[in-house]
């Protein structure tokens, strides 16, 4: 069973960029697609970015599409969420979750994920 880590959260300014990072420890994450979640005080978990095992296949919520990218790096067992241009209603704890057997093709809901990690916190404020 894989174990995530979520990292590189933290307090910017809008305008600014911060690049998220999803490790997995105890497996390879190979096999897992891989999807970005955030969790806004009061709000409900949003699915806002998946990447397949393949890496070929990337999705896009519309509230981030143009301004975060995916990526995967098969080497560091890690997955990396680009955060630019960010505002702040990008403000939430971000999470990472792993599935096998998933293609992102109807990302978006929570309970399709096994596996989550403990998340980061990312705040936009002036």
């Known amino acids: 069973q894989v174990t995530l880590v979520e990292s590189g959260g933290g307090l910017v300014q809008p305008g600014d960029s911060l690049r998220l990072s999803c490790r997995g420890f105890?497996?390879?994450?190979?096999?897992?697609?891989i999807g970005w979640f955030r969790q806004a005080p009061g709000k409900e978990r949003e699915g806002i970015s998946c990447?397949?095992?393949?890496?070929?296949?990337?999705v896009y919520a519309e509230s981030v599409r143009g301004r975060f990218a995916i990526s995967r790096d098969y080497a560091e067992n890690t997955v990396y969420l680009q955060m630019n241009s960010l505002k702040p209603d990008d403000s939430a704890v971000y999470y990472c979750?792993?599935?096998?057997?998933?293609?992102?093709?109807?990302?978006?809901?929570?309970?399709?994920?096994?596996?989550w990690g403990r998340g980061t916190q990312v705040t936009v404020a002036t």
């Open positions: 990447i397949s095992s393949m890496g070929d296949g990337k």
């Open positions: 105890g497996a390879t994450l190979d096999y897992y697609a």
């Open positions: 979750a792993a599935e096998t057997h998933y293609t992102c093709s109807d990302f978006g809901l929570p309970l399709d994920f096994a596996t």
